[in-house]
């Protein structure tokens, strides 16, 4: 293809370092479409024939056929995606296949492919994450006033419930969807018709072939144009935030479903048996889901390296951007939909968690709260209190509701048997109903509102 000025063959190392074909077939729907649409635009202007655009435009489909169907034989010989299929179009149609690259570049060629690629891609993730937030949502309606322990540093911190939990996860995945969404406004504008690096001396009209692809408009600096890899890494750092809130349900996955917590259990379709240990239901898929987000990290770290110090415009080094996308975004789809799986079936144990919650003095704040309420004590006081509360609690081997009031009233004399009120967990967590807070029907609304934002 490019061999005008060459005298002797490349070397076979040099083809094997060069060679893309076995990363960016991937690319060859919209490799296929860009074509298309720039020997669309190319007639329209006159600068090719409608007859040559009509040829190039029907060996193109045939192309596409042929990729669809297996039947295409991809060379490495060719290096990559952009000449195998310009060779192959001059097999099918002849000498009109030459004039298609007037005007182009590979340079713009693959910056327009990927870009139609990775938007596809984000478009995939989008609703794998909608239909997450979906099953989250589902679930968390159900579990609205199923009490479990809410835990900071690993620790019995306060009652919340399930359903609360839950929806955190929601909340997350809306932000991720708009990182995406930002991401894919921004990359949406067509480098098509910057050629090689400064922009082409025929009449072309780039408006034409970025409407035709969907891009909102040509994008106005051709060195720019073809330099640019923001997109990417825009994209896989929205990937890299995904996966790492993902591994954090994962580990809780994995943590809650172990026989020693005992909160949550998975479906039998989501885990795995031992091929040794007959008692044992692994989570595999949590596991998975939680290694994975190093791959994907490591896809965003590596892209930010090739970019690093790069000059001007088009360099070789890019072509190193998609073979650790294409993964990366691969198992992040797989993570998603994993997960969705795992929501949809996963059971909680609502009398473990009732039980959990009632365990290591979880209202301790709720009369901390009571004795600054009813007695007008400062907090701190009441913290002080509190704590020799839960001493004496301790020591006695019981949960803060089953000890005697006079115990309580030894310490301070003022406490009521209205204090047994803020001290079950059921109480406890239906007090949290400041927007935001755990109580079951703030849930129930979250809940709600999410799945009808989801439109379920
Ligand atoms: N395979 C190349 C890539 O992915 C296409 C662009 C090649 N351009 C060039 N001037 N060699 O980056």
Excluded: C
């Excluded at 035709?212 to 890899?229: C, E, I, K, W, Y």
């Excluded at 770290?301 to 690093?308: C, D, N």
Aim: aromatic share 6%.
């Amino acid at each position: 293809m490019w061999g005008g000025r060459f005298g002797s063959e490349p070397d076979p190392l040099m083809q094997a370092i060069n060679v893309s074909i076995d990363f960016d077939r991937h690319l060859y729907r919209q490799d296929i479409a860009a074509s298309k649409a720039h020997a669309a635009m190319l007639a329209k202007t006159g600068i090719i024939t409608a007859q040559d655009a009509k040829r190039i435009a029907h060996g193109l489909d045939t192309i596409l056929s042929e990729i669809e169907t297996g039947k295409f034989k991809f060379k490495r010989a060719l290096e990559d995606i952009h000449m195998n299929v310009e060779s192959r179009l001059g097999e099918l149609i002849g000498p009109a296949a030459g004039r298609l690259h007037t005007a182009r570049s590979r340079n713009d060629q693959v910056a327009t492919d990927f870009r139609l690629w990775v938007r596809d891609a984000i478009d995939g993730i989008d609703a794998a994450l909608a239909a997450y937030q979906r099953a989250l949502a589902q679930k968390a309606l159900k579990h609205a006033a199923t009490v479990m322990p809410g835990f900071t540093h690993l620790q019995t911190a306060q009652p919340v419930t399930f359903g609360h939990h839950l929806l955190a996860y929601v909340e997350m995945a809306a932000r991720d969807r708009s990182r995406f969404a930002d991401a894919r406004a921004r990359l949406n504008e067509s480098p098509l018709g910057a050629a090689a690096l400064a922009g082409t001396s025929f009449p072309i009209d780039r408006s034409m072939t970025a409407k035709a692809l969907g891009f909102a408009r040509p994008m106005a600096n051709s060195l720019d144009a073809v330099a640019d890899r923001d997109f990417v890494l825009e994209t896989l750092a929205a990937s890299a935030i995904t996966a790492v809130h993902l591994s954090r349900f994962a580990e809780e996955i994995v943590l809650w479903s172990s026989p020693r917590v005992g909160l949550l259990r998975l479906s039998d379709a989501f885990t795995t048996g031992s091929s040794i240990m007959p008692q044992k239901r692994n989570p595999d898929a949590a596991e998975l889901v939680r290694a994975r987000s190093g791959r994907i990290v490591g896809a965003l770290t590596s892209l930010l390296m090739v970019m690093k110090g790069l000059p001007l415009a088009y360099q070789k080094d890019m072509q190193e951007d998609k073979e650790g996308t294409m993964d990366a975004l691969g198992a992040l789809a797989v993570s998603i939909n994993a997960m969705t799986g795992m929501v949809r079936d996963m059971q909680p144990d609502v009398a473990r968690m009732q039980a959990a919650a009632s365990e290591g003095f979880a209202t301790a704040t709720d009369l901390a709260d009571w004795l600054t309420r009813t007695l007008n004590m400062p907090f701190r006081e009441a913290h002080r209190v509190t704590g020799k509360i839960v001493a004496k609690a301790s020591t006695a081997g019981v949960a803060l509701d089953k000890l005697p009031l006079k115990v309580m009233q030894a310490i301070e004399p003022r406490i009521t048997k209205a204090v047994f009120d803020v001290l079950a967990v059921d109480a406890s967590v239906k007090s949290r109903a400041v927007y935001g807070g755990a109580a079951p029907k703030n849930v129930r609304a979250q809940a709600q509102a999410w799945l009808k934002k989801l439109k379920v």
